[in-house]
């Protein structure tokens, strides 16, 4: 039974089989990064900005099958992997409902019932979703919302964090290495190059989680052992929060999968509906496992470390758990969850940039694609230094603008079509903004803890409540005293 402490240096823990199973296992990314832009080069040899070339860069020609599109989904979806093991850490199994089972749940109603009303459309991006409902300016302020939302910040602090662990550099030299050495990834080419290489990554991940629950299990014991060694509130729902607290992800659940740009891409990229949805199902029961993985050895390491820093007290448990060969496996599953992630989200948001707002006037695809991303990158690095490593902060900001701002609009569109204007839309962002920004501002140290993710939702829902309902007839040819109906009046 090895001897655990809770502060190490994991690069004097590592030996050559780590490093070599580390680094090897990037080499074979990289060379099916390779072979995916030959894959490329094969189906689009040129390096036009026609019609058939930008459907190929940005969404691989509407040919991602079951397989890749699994794979690429359950990759993009968990590059938050420190933050789900913090959060496990702290809170025990608070995490598998609030970053787990919430989630299931909204990945289930988006596959039946989202997502053959987003390909109907037949859009690219979606903004380009976004301006098909509602027109175009709606099409540009969601662009540049969208675009906030999907700078990955969380993941540059995560990748941060991780390269922190294996060199004693700062958090914010770590996130700029780490942010840099991405984009340099992410421009290797488009969505084909980006799905290659996932499917490594895929692997990778699932691998090196899965074997740290299994020697925990064999070196300490099953349930029993965390029961014991772990407070009660461990094996609660809300762990040490209150249950609106709680709640709130399971709203942030629903409201990031129904708007998030990757499950966008990815459906739209799928070659008919059917690989749309079962992929979804399938990626789901994926997560579950790769979750149940995160949680319990996050419980197991909080009881063997109980005073370890909870930021990276996972991966320190783990390398001292494993034997060697197989602690470098763990830190490839780490890197993976996090490169999987970040690289589609820098890709995403750079696409953004230059194609929906076409901010980059170079006729050359790949020179656009280069500029946008070392933008965006940029940007990234910048705001992820305001939260200083705390992962579910960023989350919660950022996903709560984000929400309000889209999603009850959305909803509307996919099941009220043509009940909604342009002009309600953009009505709505103002004041759900205004109001989340308000109530931050006046609510700060107020005991009933009422988050502002519940303002901005409740102000979006009101609004577009208000506006469905001057469009129902038998409000619409209601008549006032004075003669007047709204049929009259342009209200939308």
């Given at each position: 039974?090895?001897?655990?402490?809770?502060?190490?240096?994991?690069?004097?823990?590592?030996?050559?089989?780590?490093?070599?199973?580390?680094?090897?296992?990037?080499?074979?990314?990289?060379?099916?990064?390779?072979?995916?832009?030959?894959?490329?080069?094969?189906?689009?040899?040129?390096?036009?900005?026609?019609?058939?070339?930008?459907?190929?860069?940005?969404?691989?020609?509407?040919?991602?099958?079951?397989?890749?599109?699994?794979?690429?989904?359950?990759?993009?979806?968990?590059?938050?992997?420190?933050?789900?093991?913090?959060?496990?850490?702290?809170?025990?199994?608070?995490?598998?409902?609030?970053?787990?089972?919430?989630?299931?749940s909204a990945y289930f109603v988006f596959a039946i019932y989202i997502v053959k009303r987003?390909?109907?459309?037949?859009?690219?991006?979606?903004?380009?979703?976004?301006?098909?409902?509602?027109?175009?300016?709606?099409?540009?302020?969601?662009?540049?919302?969208?675009?906030?939302?999907?700078?990955?910040?969380?993941?540059?602090?995560?990748?941060?964090?991780?390269?922190?662990?294996?060199?004693?550099?700062?958090?914010?030299?770590?996130?700029?290495?780490?942010?840099?050495?991405?984009?340099?990834?992410?421009?290797?080419?488009?969505?084909?190059?980006?799905?290659?290489?996932?499917?490594?990554?895929?692997?990778?991940?699932?691998?090196?989680?899965?074997?740290?629950?299994?020697?925990?299990?064999?070196?300490?014991?099953?349930?029993?052992?965390?029961?014991?060694?772990?407070?009660?509130?461990?094996?609660?729902?809300?762990?040490?929060?209150?249950?609106?607290?709680?709640?709130?992800?399971?709203?942030?659940?629903?409201?990031?999968?129904?708007?998030?740009?990757?499950?966008?891409?990815?459906?739209?990229?799928?070659?008919?509906?059917?690989?749309?949805?079962?992929?979804?199902?399938?990626?789901?029961?994926?997560?579950?496992?790769?979750?149940?993985?995160?949680?319990?050895?996050?419980?197991?390491?909080?009881?063997?470390?109980?005073?370890?820093?909870?930021?990276?007290?996972?991966?320190?448990?783990?390398?001292?758990?494993?034997?060697?060969?197989?602690?470098?496996?763990?830190?490839?599953?780490?890197?993976?969850?996090?490169?999987?992630?970040?690289?589609?989200?820098?890709?995403?948001?750079?696409?953004?940039?230059?194609?929906?707002?076409?901010?980059?006037?170079?006729?050359?695809?790949?020179?656009?694609?280069?500029?946008?991303?070392?933008?965006?990158?940029?940007?990234?690095?910048?705001?992820?230094?305001?939260?200083?490593?705390?992962?579910?902060?960023?989350?919660?900001?950022?996903?709560?603008?984000?929400?309000?701002?889209?999603?009850?609009?959305?909803?509307?569109?996919?099941?009220?079509?043509?009940?909604?204007?342009?002009?309600?839309?953009?009505?709505?962002?103002?004041?759900?903004?205004?109001?989340?920004?308000?109530?931050?501002?006046?609510?700060?140290?107020?005991?009933?803890?009422?988050?502002?993710?519940?303002?901005?939702?409740?102000?979006?829902i009101i609004i577009f409540s208000v506006a469905f309902a001057y469009k129902l007839p038998?409000?619409?040819?209601?008549?006032?005293?004075?003669?007047?109906?709204?049929?009259?009046?342009?209200?939308?």
């Amino acid at each position: 039974m090895p001897v655990f402490e809770p502060f190490i240096n994991i690069s004097d823990h590592l030996s050559f089989l780590d490093w070599l199973v580390f680094f090897g296992s990037f080499i074979c990314c990289i060379a099916v990064t390779f072979y995916g832009q030959y894959r490329k080069r094969l189906l689009q040899p040129c390096n036009s900005n026609n019609q058939a070339s930008v459907l190929e860069y940005l969404l691989m020609g509407r040919q991602l099958t079951l397989p890749l599109f699994v794979a690429t989904l359950v990759t993009t979806w968990y590059g938050g992997i420190f933050g789900v093991t913090q959060i496990a850490y702290e809170q025990g199994i608070y995490n598998l409902f609030t970053q787990g089972i919430f989630w299931y749940s909204a990945y289930f109603v988006f596959a039946i019932y989202i997502v053959k009303r987003i390909r109907s459309y037949n859009a690219v991006t979606m903004s380009e979703l976004i301006q098909k409902l509602f027109g175009h300016k709606a099409a540009k302020l969601s662009a540049v919302i969208i675009f906030l939302k999907t700078l990955p910040i969380a993941y540059a602090i995560s990748i941060g964090i991780f390269i922190q662990c294996l060199f004693p550099l700062s958090l914010t030299t770590a996130i700029g290495i780490g942010v840099i050495f991405i984009a340099l990834y992410a421009v290797s080419g488009g969505l084909r190059t980006v799905v290659y290489s996932d499917v490594v990554l895929f692997v990778l991940m699932c691998l090196g989680v899965s074997l740290t629950l299994l020697f925990s299990v064999i070196n300490f014991g099953g349930l029993g052992f965390l029961q014991q060694q772990l407070p009660s509130n461990y094996f609660t729902p809300c762990g040490t929060k209150t249950l609106p607290n709680t709640l709130v992800w399971l709203f942030i659940a629903f409201s990031t999968t129904f708007l998030s740009p990757c499950f966008y891409q990815r459906c739209m990229a799928a070659v008919n509906d059917k690989v749309a949805t079962r992929g979804i199902i399938i990626a789901t029961i994926i997560w579950f496992l790769f979750d149940i993985c995160t949680t319990f050895g996050a419980m197991y390491a909080k009881a063997v470390l109980p005073h370890a820093d909870s930021t990276n007290a996972y991966l320190i448990y783990g390398i001292q758990l494993l034997p060697n060969g197989f602690k470098g496996l763990l830190l490839a599953s780490f890197a993976a969850a996090i490169i999987g992630t970040l690289d589609s989200f820098l890709f995403i948001a750079s696409n953004i940039i230059f194609y929906d707002l076409k901010l980059i006037k170079i006729k050359n695809l790949r020179l656009q694609h280069c500029f946008a991303i070392f933008i965006t990158a940029l940007l990234t690095f910048t705001i992820a230094q305001y939260f200083s490593g705390k992962i579910e902060d960023a989350w919660l900001f950022i996903k709560s603008y984000f929400t309000a701002t889209l999603l009850i609009p959305l909803l509307f569109a996919y099941f009220a079509s043509g009940k909604i204007n342009e002009k309600w839309f953009l009505a709505n962002a103002v004041i759900s903004c205004s109001t989340i920004t308000l109530w931050s501002y006046l609510a700060t140290g107020n005991p009933a803890q009422i988050d502002s993710f519940y303002i901005g939702c409740g102000s979006s829902i009101i609004i577009f409540s208000v506006a469905f309902a001057y469009k129902l007839p038998i409000i619409a040819n209601f008549k006032w005293r004075r003669g007047y109906s709204l049929s009259h009046l342009d209200l939308g």
